[in-house]
Every structure is written in C-alpha cells, then in structure tokens.
C-alpha cells in the first residue's frame, strides 16, 4: 500500500506521538515508586485548646447536631460522607455533603475544625 504525503505525514505524527507516550511512561513509571502513606490519628472531638471547635473528622451525632444549622439528617449525612469518602481535609468540604450548602457552611464556619494541618492529608489513597 503506497502512502499518499498526506498519508505520510499523518502516519510521522502518530508514530512521534507513540513514541513520545512511550518515553512519558517508562520515565514515570521508573521515577515513580509507592510511596507510604503516613500514619493518621484522628484528633480528639473538640479541640484540645479548648476553643470549643468540633472536629468533623471525629465528631458523633450529639457533637454535630449542637452545631447551628445541622439537624440529624445533615449529621448522618456527614457522617455517611465521612465513612464514604474519608476524612475531610479542610472546613470548606462539608460542601460536598449533601443538605449543606454555602448559607450552612457560612453559619458554622467559625465552630469547626479539621483537626489541623498536621491531619490535613487524602489518606484514602
């Protein structure tokens, strides 16, 4: 089958392209190892310097629901989401939980807590 310049152009690109993913994954795949996942302890419910904070990532039913704005079926849903999709690594993602919207968030933005930086990392992978 005889190649039109066209046809050898477009056939230069793909094989250029190939070989450029090739050289992409074999350098990744070599220079990336597992790397270990750091141990994680979840912090006390309310914070230890007695702010009166809750920490979401700890907090039950009756720490949640004291919150303003946060019935028993938003705390169950947050504590489903928690279960579901691991800890929450900052205050602001109690939006991904159902039932909670910007206007809630706002109202309880000041009496939360992730449990500090040091606790602020995806441990689910």
Request: proline letters at 6%.
């Given at each position: 089958m005889k190649l039109t310049g066209g046809g050898r152009r477009a056939l230069a690109v793909a094989m250029a392209a190939g070989a450029a993913m090739l050289l992409c994954f074999a350098g990744r795949?070599?220079?990336m190892e597992d790397i270990p996942?750091?141990?994680?302890?979840?912090?006390?419910?309310?914070?230890?310097?007695?702010?009166?904070?809750v920490d979401i990532n700890r907090a039950g039913m009756e720490e949640l629901t004291a919150l303003p704005g946060i019935g028993e079926a938003r705390a169950r849903?947050?504590?489903?989401?928690?279960?579901?999709?691991?800890p929450y690594r900052c205050p602001?993602?109690?939006?991904?939980v159902r039932g909670i919207g910007e206007g809630v968030l706002e109202d309880i933005l000041g009496r939360i807590t992730t449990g500090g930086e040091e606790n602020a990392q995806n441990i689910g992978g």
């Amino acid at each position: 089958m005889k190649l039109t310049g066209g046809g050898r152009r477009a056939l230069a690109v793909a094989m250029a392209a190939g070989a450029a993913m090739l050289l992409c994954f074999a350098g990744r795949s070599a220079a990336m190892e597992d790397i270990p996942k750091l141990p994680w302890e979840p912090p006390a419910a309310v914070s230890p310097e007695g702010e009166g904070l809750v920490d979401i990532n700890r907090a039950g039913m009756e720490e949640l629901t004291a919150l303003p704005g946060i019935g028993e079926a938003r705390a169950r849903a947050i504590l489903d989401d928690r279960e579901a999709n691991g800890p929450y690594r900052c205050p602001e993602d109690l939006i991904r939980v159902r039932g909670i919207g910007e206007g809630v968030l706002e109202d309880i933005l000041g009496r939360i807590t992730t449990g500090g930086e040091e606790n602020a990392q995806n441990i689910g992978g």
